[in-house]
């Protein structure tokens, strides 16, 4: 049975990049808050999924948890471990913990190395062994994703983006890590190599016992394959529930609109069913709006509190888990807001 308690616990994470000005005067004159204010909880074991629009900070978080970029503020602690504290050696013994998959495998490939110097490269950082052990662990890896031990000897540009991608799972891997953040893993490949990555990661995860983090903007790939989602704009996460709960029935109005663009594959649902527009463009993270940082865009905006006063994550009363974002998410659950007419579309009927 898989046990339960947090393998990963973050409190308040802030990541802000400075804006600088001047030539002869390098100033800061600002910061891109890319993620600002974040907490969340990941179950030994499970797989929590991080969605949103890109530009909303989802991958600058996943860098943030592994401190492939430094925090502003904040805590990030692994199994007890504060990760934001740890320099120099006591970090590196901790990094093989805790890996990435990145979303472009073949730039994440250095391609003048050939695919047994990438699998071994990591081994011979953290666990210093004889050279043909490197080399039987770096092709037990591969075959346990699917790839040859041919594969070994050929280079990155040699395979397709579904094999190099497997073969970024397996450098992943390699290490035996506890907490993997999977980078949009697959955004970059065609829909049918997507399944058989998808796949191959809920078994490595049964097998390992392995905790992901999956970064992605595609739904049903998030669905698919979380057990907990959490909704993020603007570096914050408005929304967080168990998987089902979220795609049922959703409660903040940038999720509501977000899963009212999912295709249904039924006719006649998909004819009748109303889709919500969000007006204008993601607003700058170097100054977000007041109050509600949705509110710009949000079809149910009340101006009386969305424009001046910041709701809380909290917990909605009678959906244990189900964190939301917005003041007006239990009127919005019981029909009492409506979205604005002139933002809902409605598909003509047949």
Known sequence: MVDTDDLLVVEGLEVHFPIRSGVVVDRTVGHVKAVDGVDLRVPRG?????????????????RALLRLEQPTAGTVTLDGVDVTRLKGEPLRRLRRRMQMVFQDPLASLDPRQSV??????????HEPRPAAELVARAAEMLELVGMPRSALAKYPHEFSGGQRQRIGIARAMILNPELVIADEPVSALDVSVQAQVINLLEKLQQEFGLTYIVIAHDLAVVRHISDRVGVMYLGRIVEEADSDRLYAQPLHPYTIALMSAI??????????RERILLRGDLPSPANPPSGCRFHTRCPYRQPTRCDDEVPRLRVIPGRPGHRVSCHYAEQILDGAVQPAASLVIEAAAG
Do not use: A, F
């Open 263 to 272: 295709p249904i594959p039924d006719p006649e649902v998909e004819d009748s």
């Open 46 to 62: 499970r797989t929590y999924g991080l969605v949103g629009e890109s530009g909303c900070g989802k991958s600058t978080l996943g």
């Open 116 to 125: 047994q110097s990438l699998m071994i490269e990591p081994l011979r950082v």
